[in-house]
T-cell receptor, first 111, second 114 residues
Framework: EDQVTQSPEALRLQEGESSSLNCSYT??????LFWYRQDPGKGPEFLFT???AGEEKEKERLKATLTKKESFLHITAPKPEDSATYLC????????????FGKGTKLSVKP | GAVVSQHPSWVICKSGTSVKIECRSL??????MFWYRQFPKQSLMLMAT?????????EQGVEKDKFLINHASLTLSTLTVTSAHPEDSSFYIC??????????FGPGTRLTVL
């Protein structure tokens, strides 16, 4: 069964304190790993798609990396406006093209 | 990126009434639309997938007679929660995907059933 596990569940950082969020997955044939940002009471906002191990993508203070078992979302020198829940999702050959989401990591960045 | 809208953004209704939520893709044609439900501190759970002009495919455990989905055009899908009960209170999010595009999410609809 396809599974996505995110850790930690919650992360509190001081402004400027870099850290990483983890997304571990077990799927039957990865067809893509997706990172989304979700603000309270809002729908997910697309950040990145990664398709193969070794791939990296960057956007401002965020950098996503992918291995065969997990993905990391690195946050460099975060700012308070980076506070949100970050969701990881995978699309596998066994999920009929549907996204399978993790529970998310709630990030809080204090000034 | 592509824009997906939902209406209403929130709704409060009495138990036993029906509620319709609209989902529109504003700047692309959505060949496939998805409906998710999200409870507090939980992940998004896929309820159903619909292709334009076809009947929706429901996930296991989702009652198709309770959650009616219509995908009548390439830019509009509706979810109707029939005979809503307090346990149906949740955050409902739609998502749309076009041919050759990624999957984009709407802003969500907060449903509260009294």
């Amino acid at each position: 069964e396809d599974q996505v596990t995110q850790s930690p569940e919650a992360l509190r950082l001081q402004e400027g304190e870099s850290s990483s969020l983890n997304c571990s997955y077990t799927v039957s044939g990865l067809r893509g790993l997706f990172w989304y940002r979700q603000d309270p009471g809002k729908g997910p906002e697309f950040l990145f798609t990664l398709y193969s191990a070794g791939e990296e993508k960057e956007k401002e203070r965020l950098k996503a990396t992918l291995t065969k078992k997990e993905s990391f979302l690195h946050i460099t020198a975060p700012k308070p406006e980076d506070s949100a829940t970050y969701l990881c999702a995978v699309k596998s050959g066994g999920s009929q093209g549907n996204l399978i989401f993790g529970k998310g990591t709630k990030l809080s960045v204090k000034p | 990126g592509a824009v997906v809208s939902q209406h209403p953004s929130w709704v409060i209704c009495k138990s036993g009434t029906s509620v319709k939520i609209e989902c529109r893709s504003l700047d692309f044609q959505a060949t496939t639309m998805f409906w998710y439900r999200q409870f507090p501190k939980q992940s998004l759970m896929l309820m159903a997938t619909s292709n334009e002009g076809s009947k929706a495919t429901y996930e296991q455990g989702v009652e198709k007679d309770k959650f009616l989905i219509n995908h009548a055009s390439l830019t509009l899908s509706t979810l109707t929660v029939t005979s809503a009960h307090p346990e149906d209170s949740s955050f409902y999010i739609c998502s749309a995907r076009g041919s050759g595009t990624g999957q984009f999410f709407g802003p969500g609809t907060r449903l509260t059933v009294l």
